[in-house]
């Protein structure tokens, strides 16, 4: 999973993590290592040092995985694919100007796609306001 987002998005010089034994494990630390991605945990009992995901994952559990009943792991996947779905392409939010994660991409890459005007202040002057004598 991490290495198809690192395929989509590139390398980050980072992962945040709480102190779980998944994040703490000698193949996720050999994978940080392999990848040159460094861990960074959170302090014990301080869930808002990764305040994000701790509301990302309220929502999940609300929404998504204590409104729904279960029969297969197939139904689980379905599920969690359908809700993701509605959460980054038909949900605004309030963080990205009430635009998807979508829209919000999608300005963002129009912006940079445009073309940079140089700022005066970086720009070298070619004539001099004062002719030296």
């Known amino acids: 999973m991490l290495e198809r987002l690192i395929g989509e998005r590139g390398r980050p010089e980072n992962v945040r993590s709480d102190n779980g034994p998944e994040f703490t494990s000698r193949r996720m630390l050999s994978w940080a290592e392999d990848w040159k991605v460094g861990l960074v945990h959170i302090q014990p009992g301080r869930p808002m040092q990764n305040g994000h995901v701790e509301s990302f994952h309220g929502r999940l ?46 300005a963002l890459e129009e912006i940079r796609a445009m073309p940079r005007i140089p700022s005066p202040t970086t720009t070298s002057n070619t004539t001099d306001p004062k002719p030296k004598n």
């Open 61 to 106: 559990r609300d929404e998504c995985l204590n409104a729904s009943w279960f029969r297969t792991l197939n139904d689980v996947r379905c599920t969690l694919a359908a809700w993701r779905e509605e959460y980054n392409c038909e949900r605004p939010h309030s963080s990205l100007d009430y635009r998807t994660p979508y829209e919000f991409k999608l």
